[in-house]
C-alpha cells in the first residue's frame, strides 16, 4: 500500500529535490547509493565553520536557560522531578556533556562559561539524587533503574559528576547505588527497552563502568567496583538476549523480538534498535562467534523493514494485514533510530552493508527531519541531527557535519525558531527541550572545530598556535560524539 505522509516536518530550505527512494524492494546496493550521492551534490550547504559563531552563541544561551529553569529558586514543575528525560538529573548530565565537549575550544564566553559547569553538574545531580530519595519514600515503592526514566541515570550522572569535581565519596556512594538497582532486574513485569526497561539499566551501568575502567588514580574501592559492573553488564546482557530469544510471538525471520505494551516496538526509545545498540557496546559479550551473528541477523532483520520511502517502521507484527505507517522520522520511532545502530554496527564490525544501509537512512532524515515537535532528542530536530554527526565521525563525509550544523542553524535562526522552542511540555530537559539540544550543539561545535575539513585560515592559525603552546606537544584528539542515553559522555 502506498502511503502518504503526515506533514510533521519543515520542509528542508538545503535539501535537493529528493530523489528516488534508496531503500526500495529490488535496488541495487551500488546504484542506490549513487543516487544518494548525486543528491548530496545539490545540497545547499554552508561550511560548518562559518556557522561557529551562532552554534556558539546559541549553546552559551541554551545553557544559561536550562540552569536557570533547574535552579532550587526555580518554580517549574520538573525542577522537582529528579529524572534525566524531563528533570534536574538531565540538566546536570548536560552539564557534563557540554564541558566534555567543548572545554578545549570554543569562544571566550564559552570558555568562561564551561568552567563553571562541573560544579554545577555535581550540585544539581546531588540534588536529583535527594529528589529521588524524596520521591521513593512518598511513594512507597522501588523507582524504575533506567537512565532516562529512573534511579539509573540519576546514580550514573552523580557518580560521574563526583569523578569529574574530585568528590571520591560521593563517586563510592553513586557506585553502589547503581549496584544496588541490580536486584530490580528480577522483576518479570519489567520491560526491557531503553527507556523503562532493563537496556536502560544496562546503559546506566556501562557509564559508570567506562568512566571507572583502567584508572588507577581511583580510590580502591572505585577500582575494585569495575568488576562489579562488569559482572553485572554481563548478566543483564545475558538476560536481555535471552529475553528476546524466548520471545514467543516473533515475527517469521527475526531472531530476536521484545514487546512493550503489547507492541512490538522497532525505535530506539521502546524497541528492538535501541536495545541492540547498546548490547553492541558490551564487547566482551557480543564479539563471541554466536553472540555476534544473532545480534547481526537481528539488525539485518530490522534492515529488511524499510519501506519503499527508505523510512523504518515504528513497529512490527504477525498480522499478516499489518500495514505498518510512514509517519515518524524521529530517535523513538524511525529512520533515525536503525541509521544510528547501523553506524555502530560498521564502527564494531567493519561491514560496508551497514554503513550503506546508515547512509541511505540518513538521506530519509536529511529529507524529512526538522520536526515540528521542537529541538529535543527523543522526536526533536537535535536527535535527528546526531545521525549526520555520527555519520560524519566514521566516514569522514564533511557533507555529513555540514548537514547537521544545517539542523542546528534551522533551529536557532530559522523562521520557526520561536515555535520550536516551545513545543516540549519541559522546554528546558533533556529529552525534549534546551539541555538535549545543547548537548547536540556541543557535539557539533566540537567536530566543527577538529574536522579535517577546516578552511586553510582556521587550518594556519590552529597549527600556529599548537606550535607556540609548549604544553601541546601533539594534534588535539578527534572530539568522539555521544548520544545522550545511548553512549558514553
Known amino acids: 500500500m502506498a502511503h502518504r505522509f503526515v506533514e510533521r516536518h ?6 535537493a529535490a529528493p530523489a528516488a527512494p534508496a531503500a526500495a524492494a529490488g535496488k541495487d546496493a551500488a546504484a542506490s547509493a549513487s543516487a544518494v550521492s548525486e543528491e548530496k551534490k545539490a545540497d545547499t550547504l554552508s561550511s560548518p565553520q562559518d556557522a561557529l559563531a551562532t552554534l556558539e552563541r546559541g549553546l552559551v544561551g541554551m545553557v544559561r536557560e536550562v540552569l536557570s529553569d533547574y535552579g532550587e529558586d526555580s518554580e517549574r514543575d520538573e525542577a522537582d522531578n529528579p529524572f534525566l528525560y524531563e528533570g534536574v538529573g538531565g540538566a546536570a548530565y548536560m552539564a557534563l556533556h557540554v564541558t566534555q565537549a567543548t572545554h578545549q575550544t570554543g569562544s571566550k564566553e564559552l570558555t568562561a562559561l564551561t ?33 532516562y526514566c529512573g534511579t539509573g541515570g540519576v546514580w550514573s550522572t552523580l557518580t560521574l559528576a563526583a569523578l569529574s569535581t574530585g568528590a571520591t565519596d560521593v563517586a563510592e556512594a553513586g557506585v553502589k547505588a547503581s549496584l544496588h538497582d541490580f536486584a530490580r532486574m528480577a522483576d518479570e513485569q519489567l520491560p526491557d527497552e531503553l527507556l523503562y526497561g532493563r537496556t536502560g539499566y544496562l546503559h546506566s551501568l556501562l557509564l559508570v563502568h567506562d568512566a571507572l575502567n583502567g584508572r588507577a588514580d581511583f580510590s580502591s574501592a572505585l577500582r575494585q567496583a569495575v568488576g562489579q559492573l562488569k559482572e553485572a553488564i554481563s548478566r543483564v546482557f545475558d538476560q536481555i538476549v535471552q529475553r528476546g530469544l524466548q520471545f514467543k510471538h516473533k515475527p517469521n525471520g527475526a531472531p530476536l523480538m521484545w514487546e512493550w505494551h503489547g507492541k512490538m516496538y522497532l525505535g530506539a526509545a521502546h524497541g528492538v534498535t535501541g536495545i ?7 564487547p566482551w559479550r557480543c564479539n563471541d562467534a554466536a553472540t555476534k551473528k544473532l545480534l547481526q541477523d537481528a539488525l539485518s532483520y530490522c534492515i529488511g523493514l524499510r519501506l519503499a520511502s527508505g523510512n523504518f517502521p515504528s513497529s512490527d ?4 494485514d499489518y500495514d505498518p505507517n510512514d509517519k515518524l522520522v ?8 536503525l541509521a544510528l545502530s547501523c553506524i555502530k554496527a560498521y564502527e564494531l564490525w567493519g561491514e560496508t552493508r551497514h554503513l550503506q544501509a546508515a547512509t541511505e537512512l540518513a538521506q530519509v532524515v536529511w529529507e524529512r527531519g526538522l520536526l515540528r515537535k521542537g529541538i529535543g532528542l527523543c522526536h526533536g530536530i537535535g536527535g535527528n541531527g546526531y545521525v549526520f554527526l555520527r555519520l560524519f565521525e566514521v566516514t569522514q563525509d564533511s557533507t555529513q557535519l555540514a548537514r547537521a550544523v544545517s539542523f542546528a542553524q534551522f533551529a536557532l535562526e530559522g523562521p520557526h525558531r520561536d515555535e520550536l522552542l516551545v513545543q516540549a511540555d519541559a522546554p528546558s530537559s533533556l529529552a525534549n527541550g534546551r539541555a538535549g539540544f545543547a548537548c547536540f550543539l556541543a557535539d557539533c561545535i566540537a567536530l566543527s572545530r577538529s574536522a579535517s575539513t577546516v578552511s586553510d ?7 600556529a598556535e599548537a606550535a607556540s603552546s609548549s604544553s601541546q606537544s601533539a594534534a588535539r584528539p578527534r572530539h568522539r560524539v555521544h548520544f545522550p542515553g545511548m553512549d558514553g559522555i
Open 330 to 337: 524521529q530517535w523513538c520511532h524511525g529512520a533515525p533510530a
Open 317 to 320: 507484527s504477525t498480522d499478516p
Open 276 to 282: 541492540l545498540y547498546e548490547l553492541m557496546r558490551v
Open 115 to 147: 568552567q563553571t559547569l562541573l560544579p554545577t553538574a555535581l550540585q544539581l545531580a546531588q540534588r536529583a539524587a535527594q529528589l529521588c530519595k524524596e520521591f521513593a519514600q512518598r511513594a512507597h515503592k522501588a523507582m524504575p533503574p533506567t537512565f
Open 457 to 463: 585560515a582556521g587550518a594556519k592559525a590552529e597549527r
Open 10 to 15: 519543515y520542509t528542508n530550505p538545503a535539501a
